[in-house]
């Protein structure tokens, strides 16, 4: 019963570094997003994949890049981390519209 | 420019009494919406949606409204209760957009006891 499975939980980046957000669903859906949520604000989408092999760009991709693996799986990563990247990241999946998202626990990411 | 509002940042209600959380749009393409609700250190969870050709949708203590005239929704819960302390997102999406969901910032729901 694990739904969307996130990793790392927390993690602590110096700027420049990069490194790999890790998203996994088993509950055979379509669709994946990755979504990051800043204080004050709702959340951004930053890429998503309608289907396995497809992805496209969200509100906020610059600085992003991600991989539909397969169904299952959906990373995000960051090339060169700065410190405006500092947030709290999101990956979804769903069926289709009808049924809402169903979201990881999140990934809180802090660049310094 | 936000084309989902929320804005009121926390609302803070007896327990037992109704909780009345606003959510004001502005693109009139949108034609479904939906409620979350989040607690700290978890992701939103799916509380409740209603489409655009409805103005009204029930679900046991959650019901939402929808006025597309003044592009306004709402979602009442009664009675609130400790547990739905919580902070709640209303989003909206279109079919020309592909169905993104677009977020408003969020209410803090805080229940008195």
């Known amino acids: 019963n694990a739904g969307v499975t996130q990793t790392p939980k927390f993690q602590v980046l110096k700027t420049g570094q990069s490194m790999t957000l890790q998203c996994a669903q088993d509950?055979?859906?379509?669709?994946m997003y990755w979504y990051r949520q800043d204080p004050g604000m709702g959340l951004r989408l930053i890429y998503y994949s309608a289907s396995e092999g497809t992805t496209d760009k969200g509100e906020v991709p610059n600085g992003y890049n991600v991989s539909r693996l397969n169904k299952r799986e959906f990373s995000l990563r960051l090339e060169s981390a700065a410190p405006s990247q500092t947030s709290v990241y999101f990956c979804?999946?769903?069926?289709?519209?009808?049924?809402?998202?169903?979201f990881g626990s999140g990934t809180r990411l802090t660049v310094v | 420019d936000q084309q989902v509002k929320q804005n009121s940042p926390s609302l803070s209600v007896q327990e037992g009494r109704i909780s009345i959380l606003n959510c004001d749009y502005t693109n009139s393409m949108f034609d479904y919406f939906l409620w979350y609700k989040k607690y700290p250190a978890e992701g939103p969870t799916f509380l409740i949606s209603i489409s655009s050709i409805k103005d009204k949708n029930e679900d046991g203590r959650f019901t939402v409204f929808l006025n597309k005239s003044a592009k306004h929704l709402s979602l009442h819960i009664v009675p609130s209760q400790p547990g739905d302390s919580a902070v709640y997102f209303c989003?909206?999406?279109?079919?020309?957009?592909?169905?993104?969901?677009?977020w408003g910032a969020g209410t803090k729901l805080i229940i008195k006891p």
């Open positions: 509950m055979n859906h379509n669709s």
């Open positions: 989003a909206a999406s279109a079919a020309d957009s592909n169905y993104q969901l677009i």
């Open positions: 979804a999946s769903s069926q289709g519209q009808s049924y809402g998202y169903t």
